[in-house]
Nanobody
């Protein structure tokens, strides 16, 4: 059974950093693209960025360019979202999801983690 578990969220001050982890089990991570999505209170879930099986990174939210990056360690079956220079508008629940290819469309991904809360506030 394909399963994803996010971790690493928390409360951070503006300008701070967090690294989220997405641990995969039940499937071989090598064959899947991993996308990170987020959902702010009262808003729809949106694609943030994605890493393909060949480690190509695609950004779906312009506001995170230069601040967020994504990586993967297939041997550890884990993908990461490094978030720097965090802003209050980055607050939300962050989800990772797996698919055969990258997409910023939520409906493209069928396998999701439970999400981890990120709160950026002073």
């Amino acid at each position: 059974q394909l399963q994803l578990v996010e971790s690493g969220g928390g409360l951070v001050q503006p300008g701070g950093s967090l690294r989220l982890s997405c641990a995969a089990s039940g499937f071989t991570l090598d064959y899947y693209a991993i996308g990170w999505f987020r959902q702010a209170p009262g808003k729809e879930r949106e694609g943030v960025l994605c890493i393909s099986t060949s480690n190509r990174i695609t950004y779906y939210t312009d506001s995170v360019k230069g601040r967020f990056t994504i990586s993967r360690d297939n041997a550890k079956r884990t993908a990461y979202l490094q978030m720097n220079s965090l802003k209050p508008e980055d607050t939300g629940v962050y989800y990772c999801a797996a698919n055969l290819y990258c997409s910023g469309n939520v409906s493209t991904f069928g396998s999701w983690g439970q999400g981890t809360q990120v709160t950026v506030s002073s």
